[in-house]
């Protein structure tokens, strides 16, 4: 499942995701649901639109699933409001999601605050 969801943001389909992602979807951040969690995803392929998930590991305890990653992509858009700087730009994500049902109901780890810090640098 989780293998389908990376490959699912890897390839850009937001509006696949609800194929793995459960309509009341919380952690993601300051907004909960289905749609602010695309929005977020959504985000971060506008602003980096060859923005890659690469997995590092993963480890799984029943429904928790902790994913250590790396994202790569390069700013050539606007992200959270920051215009594009050309810059290439890495990663190191740890994020622990909790699956029902085959769907992710909740995620705790939210790349945005980092990239942010990253461009402002």
Do not use: K
């Amino acid at each position: 499942m989780y293998e389908g969801y990376l490959r699912c943001c890897n390839e850009h389909r937001v509006g696949d995701l609800g194929e793995f992602v459960a309509e009341d979807v919380s952690g993601s951040g300051p907004v909960d649901g289905l749609a602010a969690y695309v929005d977020g995803v959504r985000e971060v392929i506008t602003g980096f639109p060859d923005y890659h998930w690469d997995l590092q590991q993963v480890l799984v305890d029943g429904d928790t699933v902790a994913a250590r990653l790396v994202g790569r992509g390069t700013h050539t858009g606007v992200f959270a409001g920051i215009a594009p700087t050309g810059r290439r730009l890495s990663t190191q994500e740890l994020v622990v999601y909790r699956i029902v049902g085959r769907r992710i109901v909740n995620c705790w780890g939210d790349l945005h605050p980092v990239v942010r810090d990253a461009l402002s640098r």
